[in-house]
């Protein structure tokens, strides 16, 4: 196992409490009236237990869930459909969360991904799988993020990882229990992520007054590079880290 993990190039550093690494028990709000996650039954027949299915109920949840009118107010919006798009880097992830009305890779709070209903852990194959697609996440779309979290989900199981960037050039990861319950805990967690502010959930992409920030070109030891628009006109936007002054007056300087 800790050779699969190494092929991923993220170290895990441990295991924690809940998502949002308290270190007290996190209250739970109830769900929202109107809103009863329908599951894959344990009895159910064997097609009502594959990945497709699991999608197609998952979906079904998420497109009731986005027309309840108390969403309208929430940080973070599922896009039902995500799972037929590439939403970054030719991912594909099956769930999307992404800022209140916006759909951009850069607008990303946070993805999972859909497995079949099952028992027990998620296969270190299904964690490998979700845990690459924060990797490539985090090096080529969320290069100023601190962190990122992802989930895995059967729509009763439910597992949450938390990626963190650790330096310029090394990501860690934070694994928390599998949850599983009649009481749909994997749900409420699932909930909360969506009412947290993008900065809560590590979505710190800088602005620029007077620019839109398309999409990252790259990341280096002082500064990103974004593509952008600037007036109706294409342009290059390098931002410095805030501790990378001196290599800014340098480069400045050579202009």
């Known amino acids: 196992q800790a050779q699969f993990y190494q092929q991923l190039g993220i170290k895990r550093c441990g295991d924690m409490q809940d998502i949002w690494a308290r270190t007290t028990k996190l209250e739970l709000a109830d769900l929202p009236t109107g809103f ?15 990945p497709n299915s699991v999608q197609c109920i998952f979906t079904n949840c998420l497109e009731k ?15 039902p459909k995500a799972y037929r798009k590439t939403s970054f880097r030719g991912r594909m992830p099956d769930v999307v969360n992404y800022r209140r009305n916006t759909t951009g890779s850069l607008d990303i ?14 296969s270190d194959e299904q ?5 690459d697609m924060a990797r490539t996440f985090m090096e080529h779309v969320g290069l100023c993020r601190p962190f990122v979290i992802v989930f895995l ?8 990882f938390r990626v963190t960037r650790k330096g310029q050039d090394e990501l860690t ?14 749900w409420k967690h699932y909930i909360e992520m969506l009412k947290r502010s993008p900065s ?8 620029v007054n007077g620019v839109e920030l398309k999409s990252p070109l790259g990341r280096g030891g002082s500064s990103v ?16 880290f805030s501790d990378r002054h001196e290599s800014f007056r340098r480069e400045l300087s050579a202009l």
């Open 36 to 50: 009863d996650p329908e599951e894959p039954a344990k009895d159910a027949p064997e097609t009502y237990k594959t």
């Open 65 to 79: 869930l986005v027309n309840l009118p108390e969403t309208e107010e929430w940080e973070s919006k599922p896009d």
């Open 109 to 122: 709070t946070a993805f999972g991904d859909l497995k079949s209903r099952g028992s027990g852990d998620f």
């Open 127 to 131: 964690k490998g799988h979700i845990l």
């Open 153 to 160: 989900s059967d729509g009763v199981r439910w597992q949450f």
């Open 173 to 186: 990861y934070l694994e928390a229990p599998v949850i599983s319950d009649t009481m749909k805990t994997g």
């Open 200 to 207: 809560a959930m590590g979505c710190v992409e800088p602005y």
């Open 225 to 240: 590079v974004y593509e952008a628009v600037h007036k109706e006109t294409k342009v290059l936007v390098k931002l410095y």
